[in-house]
């Protein structure tokens, strides 16, 4: 079986176990999070997410919003689908694999039945390991699952996505494959959308693109998201992923979005003059 090493531990967040779990437990408890550790819950019907995947002492504390929010929504058995951009470029345009992922905190498997019968069914997306080893943008939501899982039972198997391939039609129809995978396996499912907002631009900038951006996430509108990010020039590095999160919900009988938190790296450093925006939003 594959194991797929971790490529940003130490980076993004601490190796060590031990201070891993610190961190994500600052996050929650941050003035920017939302200030208490998760709860339990049940499974009622399929949720959708948007989260950050910066480092975490930057993007964690609004990551953890969207955690928070998955905690009270879930229990038992619960098949992870995560959207990530492809930000370094190896790999196919479109692509999942099948194998473990290990981070600091264990090991966290994949559902290869549904990877298996979403690869088959969706012309766009390949089998390929390559274009997953070095991407962070999956990756860093993991230990967020893991330390949920500590706290309550919840038994998580993932389906990572990284695109590479962001125009409208790829998204929507790798968005339509994991609605109808999903439901044809009878999966109790969450599907996360892994994105940051604006990069790099002054605070008061970037927080009116994003605003934009957010608000066709909120209307659940995917091409309003796309041309409004096209037309804005907003660099969100994940549109596609949440495009396709949208449209897979959509087909899954979602209708409410909220958003939960955003905030800049600059409310984290202070320093206003050039920022990236996060945001965590739930669809169910």
């Known amino acids: 079986m594959v194991i797929r090493y971790p490529a940003v531990a130490g980076m993004f967040y601490p190796s060590d176990p031990h201070e891993l779990i610190e961190l994500i437990e600052y996050c929650y408890l941050h ?27 930057y993007s964690g504390p609004v990551a953890a919003h969207s955690y928070k929010a998955l905690s009270s929504r879930v229990d038992g058995k619960i098949t992870v689908v995560i959207l990530g951009p492809n930000h370094t470029g190896l790999g196919s345009g479109v692509s999942t694999m099948k194998g473990i992922w290990r981070t600091p905190l264990g090991d966290v498997k994949t559902d290869d039945e549904f990877i298996d019968r979403l690869w088959r069914n969706c012309d766009i997306l390949d089998l390929d390991e390559s274009a997953h080893l070095r991407e962070h943008s999956i990756e860093v939501q993991l230990p967020f699952l893991q330390h949920l899982s500590m706290l309550h039972p919840v038994d998580f198997k993932i389906v990572p996505i990284s695109m590479m391939m962001q125009d409208y039609e790829t998204a929507i129809e790798v968005g339509h494959s994991i609605a109808k995978v999903s439901m044809e396996l009878d999966r109790r499912v969450v599907i996360i959308a892994s994105t940051d907002f604006s990069h790099y631009e002054p605070q008061d900038i970037a927080s009116k693109k994003d605003a934009l951006a957010i608000r066709a996430i909120l209307n659940m509108d995917e091409r309003e998201l796309y041309t409004t990010v096209v037309n804005n020039n907003i660099t969100m590095c994940g549109y596609g992923p949440t495009m396709a999160m949208i449209r897979a919900m959509k087909e899954l009988g979602a209708g409410d979005v909220r958003l939960l938190a955003y905030a800049t790296s600059g409310d984290i450093t202070k320093d206003y003059s050039s920022v990236v925006g996060y945001a965590s939003l739930i669809v169910e």
Do not use: D, N, Q
Not at 31 to 55: D, Q, Y
């Open 31 to 57: 003035e920017l999070g939302p200030g208490s550790l998760p709860t339990g819950g049940v499974f009622r019907k399929p949720i959708g997410l948007v989260c950050p995947h910066a480092g975490y002492i």
